[in-house]
T-cell receptor, first 112, second 114 residues
Framework: GQQLNQSPQSMFIQEGEDVSMNCTSSSIFNTWLWYKQEPGEGPVLLIALYKAGELTSNGRLTAQFGITRKDSFLNISASIPSDVGIYFCAGLLRGGADGLTFGKGTHLIIQP | DAMVIQNPRYQVTQFGKPVTLSCSQTLNHNVMYWYQQKSSQAPKLLFHYYDKDFNNEADTPDNFQSRRPNTSFCFLDIRSPGLGDAAMYLC?????????????FGPGTRLLVL
């Protein structure tokens, strides 16, 4: 199956720091999605990207769809304690027919 | 205001005892998906329904079945759960299978097999 390489696997940061994570693939994706998952809950959609080069913000979160359509990044500015969780990138290849391909997640831990 | 609802949130079953997990949606979406997520791993697609059309992933074990009696409801049946089937099961929906359609997840059902 298709592979999404997500990095870093985990991040330990201080409150107030900025965070950056990314996903890369050898395949071209038509849609990139970023989700946050907290323990015992389902993934919650943060940002959806549909066009190569697209840059989208959602509050302190900013994500971009790479020009080559093989990568995406997510930035979080001025992190706060409630940002703690696992962030997943996910890509869609063909109209959802194959479901989402997920990265392995970035576990964000924030020290107050 | 919940849009994708999963019940129960936690399910305990015995080894080999059939179990059914349920998902309902208030979004009137055409597509419903079931994912399996094991601890510290990404969700893995099991199958999906596009309206009444069932689409199984090639590597989904025969032990897993699904039913969609109407637009709003979709069930995951595990015929003979093994210890390795203990996981979080996530239901998701999307309006259509077009490229622009986003998937929305329910809160998940955590299955424990004793």
């Amino acid at each position: 199956g298709q592979q999404l390489n997500q990095s870093p696997q985990s991040m330990f940061i201080q409150e107030g720091e900025d965070v950056s994570m990314n996903c890369t693939s050898s395949s071209i994706f038509n849609t990139w999605l970023w989700y946050k998952q907290e323990p015992g809950e389902g993934p919650v959609l943060l940002i959806a990207l549909y066009k190569a080069g697209e840059l989208t913000s959602n509050g302190r979160l900013t994500a971009q769809f790479g020009i080559t359509r093989k990568d995406s990044f997510l930035n979080i500015s001025a992190s706060i304690p409630s940002d703690v969780g696992i962030y997943f990138c996910a890509g869609l290849l063909r109209g959802g027919a194959d479901g989402l391909t997920f990265g392995k997640g970035t576990h964000l831990i924030i020290q107050p | 205001d919940a849009m994708v609802i999963q019940n129960p949130r936690y399910q305990v079953t015995q080894f080999g005892k059939p179990v059914t997990l349920s998902c309902s949606q208030t979004l009137n979406h055409n597509v419903m998906y079931w994912y399996q997520q094991k601890s510290s791993q990404a969700p893995k697609l099991l199958f999906h329904y596009y309206d009444k059309d069932f689409n199984n992933e090639a590597d989904t074990p025969d032990n897993f079945q699904s039913r969609r009696p109407n637009t709003s409801f979709c069930f995951l049946d595990i015929r003979s759960p093994g210890l390795g089937d203990a996981a979080m099961y996530l239901c998701a929906t999307s309006r259509d299978r077009a490229l622009q359609e986003t998937q929305y997840f329910g809160p998940g059902t955590r299955l424990l097999v004793l």
